[in-house]
């Protein structure tokens, strides 16, 4: 079955009778599961290349734990029972620790990490979280050609299994460039043609960027009419909204109706209220979404446990400055008229969003100025940190900067152009510290809400900053939200970094500890298990995890990386 029975019963009860019809449907899961393993608990027969013993496993259901050993052979799991050690080549004892399904990240950004000719495809700060799939090709950026890297990680090897969606973003600048343009009826015949060939070549479905260009530019209808090759396809239409701050309800409303218009399954990533007068407002974003479930459409949600998000510094200006119709106008900001139009409609959004500031802005990266890595956008007006590029001598890009006493209003002006130099010399990495805890906690209690770190491959040597959740993610979710602050129990939390995406995004024979299924496994102290990644230290790297399988081969082997390169392309399955 392509989607989760729990949804096609919210879509037929709503999400009242649904909520308890999902937990009969778990409890009798866990019972069935429970009451088998029980019976067939000493029938391990036979040999194997590796078996993992006395642990407590979480089948990746919501089960209660149960104690059992796990035969693997040939990339799988072909026994849950006891077993001898002398039948097993290689024994791991996961005594006093829990035995899970490898962790699917359903939100990542790899592509650029992917070797671009040999060598194969490593993703250890992944793996140190116990991830042993990633989904890639989110936000409307991929590979343009998905068979062809396929194609190259399948014959290079990867360290873990990829899926991945087809970005609209990458095929719309394909087509048209940058252009603020709708699409002529040739191009939009180009784009779906794209779309239809990635989905050929085993896409999961198409990704939308609709806060990034070029896809910002993009009216409904046009994504309405890419997603239709896409339910065609059997796929999933995945979503970074137009807006997750003051429009925030708009952009859900949005992405519902492209699900209603063309009956595609909605995926809304990264799920979030933005900005101090938005905060309080994740009831109304989830109401949202439960309506649409009650009302027959399929739309499913990730997630970062953080209060902070990562993205480029752009996101900050008027969509319209990046447009390539305007002339190539960003390098045309120095210009005094065009700057305070600029500035003025950057401080009008400031204002809609409820900042009076940008203290909630710091640099994760600058490939031009590395000084200004690790400090705010304030600090870098306020400092004179901010220098043009060697070949521009070194003078302050931001001319108005004397360390003279001035008003609120104008320095507010200083700190927006500090913005729009960042920009215009060479962009920049930011982290934006702009959503609530309780509304963080208020997302994660939902059950239908799974994991996604928004990360690529964190290199350890970098001279940046980024956000710690491409080393923190799943760690924390178990250790902070799980264990520490009880939002939901250890075996649920499981449940949704495994068995729910995999049923979400048609991945067979994954997220579950379950025979015949893919030996994709993870050993875990649960007593233990935190993220140690912080904003001042984000490459510091995760507690408690020992083991994790991929395919059925050791690829952290005691918290020791290993040389294994197990990991598959996973092909959407029809």
Same mark, same amino acid.
């Given at each position: 079955?392509?989607?989760?029975?729990?949804?096609?019963?919210?879509?037929?009860?709503?999400?009242?009778?649904?909520?308890?019809?999902?937990?009969?449907?778990?409890?009798?899961?866990?019972?069935?599961?429970?009451?088998?393993?029980?019976?067939?608990?000493?029938?391990?027969?036979?040999?194997?290349?590796?078996?993992?013993?006395?642990?407590?496993?979480?089948?990746?259901?919501?089960?209660?734990?149960?104690?059992?050993?796990?035969?693997?052979?040939?990339?799988?799991?072909?026994?849950?029972?006891?077993?001898?050690?002398?039948?097993?080549? @290689?024994?791991?004892?996961?005594?006093?620790?829990?035995?899970?399904?490898?962790?699917?990240?359903?939100?990542?950004?790899?592509?650029?990490?992917?070797?671009? *000719?040999? !060598?194969?495809?490593?993703?250890?700060?992944?793996?140190?979280?116990?991830?042993?799939?990633?989904?890639?090709?989110?936000?409307?950026?991929?590979?343009?050609?998905?068979?062809?890297?396929?194609?190259?990680?399948?014959?290079?090897?990867?360290?873990?299994?990829?899926?991945?969606?087809?970005?609209?973003?990458?095929?719309?600048? #394909?087509?048209?460039?940058?252009?603020?343009?709708?699409?002529?009826?040739?191009?939009?015949?180009?784009?779906?043609?794209?779309?239809?060939?990635?989905?050929?070549?085993?896409?999961?479905?198409?990704?939308?960027?609709?806060?990034?260009?070029?896809?910002?530019?993009?009216?409904?209808?046009?994504?309405?009419?890419?997603?239709?090759?896409?339910?065609?396809?059997?796929?999933?239409?995945?979503?970074?909204?137009?807006?997750?701050?003051?429009?925030?309800?708009?952009?859900?409303?949005?992405?519902?109706?492209?699900?209603?218009?063309?009956?595609?399954?909605? =995926?809304?990533?990264?799920?979030?209220?933005?900005?101090?007068? #938005?905060?309080?407002?994740?009831?109304?974003? +989830?109401?949202?979404?439960?309506?649409?479930?009650?009302?027959?459409?399929?739309?499913? +949600?990730?997630?970062?446990? %953080?209060?902070?998000?990562?993205?480029?510094?752009?996101?900050?200006?008027?969509?319209?400055?990046?447009?390539?119709?305007?002339?190539?106008?960003?390098? *045309?900001?120095?210009?005094?008229?065009?700057?305070? @139009?600029?500035?003025?409609?950057?401080?009008?959004?400031?204002?809609?969003?409820?900042?009076?500031? %940008?203290?909630?802005?710091?640099?994760?990266?600058?490939?031009?100025?590395?000084?200004?890595?690790?400090?705010?956008?304030?600090?870098?007006?306020?400092?004179?940190?901010?220098?043009?590029?060697?070949?521009? !001598?070194?003078?302050?890009?931001?001319?108005?900067?004397?360390?003279?006493?001035?008003?609120?209003?104008?320095?507010?002006?200083?700190?927006?152009?500090?913005?729009?130099?960042?920009?215009?010399?060479?962009?920049? #990495?930011?982290?934006?510290?702009?959503?609530?805890?309780?509304?963080?906690?208020?997302?994660?209690?939902?059950? #239908?809400?799974?994991?996604?770190?928004?990360?690529?491959?964190?290199?350890?040597?970098?001279?940046?900053?980024? =956000?710690? @959740? !491409?080393?923190?993610?799943?760690?924390?979710?178990?250790?902070?939200?799980?264990?520490?602050?009880?939002?939901?129990?250890?075996?649920?939390?499981?449940?949704?970094?495994?068995?729910?995406?995999?049923?979400?995004?048609?991945?067979?024979?994954?997220?579950?500890?379950?025979?015949? %299924? %893919?030996?994709?496994?993870?050993?875990?102290? @649960?007593?233990?298990?935190?993220?140690?990644?912080?904003?001042?230290?984000? +490459?510091?790297?995760?507690?408690?995890?020992?083991?994790?399988?991929?395919?059925?081969?050791?690829?952290?082997?005691?918290?020791?990386?290993?040389?294994?390169?197990?990991?598959?392309?996973?092909?959407?399955?029809?």
């Amino acid at each position: 079955m392509r989607f989760t029975s729990l949804f096609l019963t919210k879509t037929r009860l709503g999400f009242k009778a649904a909520a308890v019809s999902a937990l009969l449907l778990m409890i009798a899961a866990s019972a069935v599961t429970y009451l088998w393993l029980r019976r067939n608990a000493s029938t391990c027969t036979g040999q194997f290349e590796l078996a993992i013993v006395g642990g407590e496993i979480l089948d990746g259901l919501g089960s209660p734990a149960i104690r059992a050993d796990l035969g693997i052979r040939d990339k799988r799991i072909v026994c849950i029972g006891t077993i001898d050690r002398s039948q097993a080549a @290689r024994v791991i004892d996961a005594s006093g620790f829990t035995v899970a399904p490898g962790f699917i990240d359903v939100h990542t950004h790899v592509e650029r990490n992917v070797p671009a *000719r040999t !060598g194969a495809f490593l993703a250890p700060n992944f793996v140190r979280q116990g991830v042993t799939t990633l989904i890639t090709g989110n936000c409307g950026r991929s590979f343009l050609d998905l068979g062809k890297a396929f194609s190259q990680l399948e014959a290079n090897g990867s360290e873990v299994n990829i899926a991945s969606f087809i970005g609209h973003n990458t095929i719309r600048h #394909q087509v048209m460039g940058d252009t603020a343009a709708a699409p002529s009826a040739d191009q939009l015949a180009k784009m779906k043609s794209y779309v239809a060939a990635a989905m050929r070549d085993g896409a999961l479905g198409l990704s939308t960027g609709l806060e990034y260009i070029p896809g910002t530019f993009a009216r409904t209808n046009e994504i309405v009419e890419l997603a239709s090759v896409v339910r065609a396809g059997n796929g999933i239409y995945v979503s970074h909204l137009r807006n997750e701050g003051a429009d925030g309800p708009a952009a859900i409303a949005e992405a519902i109706s492209i699900g209603r218009r063309t009956g595609v399954h909605v =995926h809304i990533s990264h799920f979030k209220a933005e900005g101090p007068n #938005q905060w309080g407002s994740a009831t109304a974003r +989830l109401n949202l979404v439960k309506q649409a479930l009650d009302n027959g459409v399929m739309v499913s +949600l990730d997630q970062y446990p %953080y209060t902070a998000s990562s993205t480029t510094i752009a996101v900050l200006l008027p969509s319209w400055v990046s447009s390539a119709g305007a002339g190539g106008l960003r390098h *045309r900001l120095d210009d005094p008229a065009m700057r305070a @139009r600029v500035r003025g409609e950057m401080l009008e959004k400031l204002k809609m969003t409820g900042w009076h500031d %940008y203290s909630f802005a710091r640099v994760s990266y600058c490939g031009f100025n590395r000084a200004v890595v690790g400090l705010t956008i304030p600090e870098i007006t306020q400092t004179h940190a901010l220098l043009r590029p060697q070949r521009d !001598g070194g003078k302050p890009i931001n001319a108005s900067l004397n360390g003279a006493a001035e008003s609120p209003d104008h320095n507010l002006e200083r700190q927006a152009d500090t913005v729009i130099d960042l920009f215009s010399h060479g962009d920049a #990495q930011m982290v934006f510290f702009n959503m609530s805890e309780d509304d963080v906690e208020t997302i994660i209690r939902e059950p #239908q809400v799974m994991f996604g770190s928004d990360s690529g491959v964190r290199d350890e040597s970098s001279e940046a900053l980024p =956000h710690p @959740r !491409g080393l923190g993610t799943f760690p924390r979710v178990l250790g902070v939200f799980s264990r520490d602050k009880h939002l939901f129990s250890m075996e649920e939390a499981i449940r949704r970094m495994t068995s729910l995406p995999a049923q979400t995004f048609g991945l067979n024979g994954r997220g579950e500890i379950k025979e015949n %299924y %893919y030996a994709d496994l993870v050993v875990f102290d @649960r007593n233990r298990v935190i993220d140690t990644a912080t904003y001042e230290r984000p +490459l510091s790297t995760p507690q408690g995890i020992y083991y994790v399988l991929v395919n059925g081969a050791v690829v952290l082997d005691h918290e020791v990386l290993t040389k294994a390169r197990s990991g598959l392309v996973l092909r959407r399955q029809s």
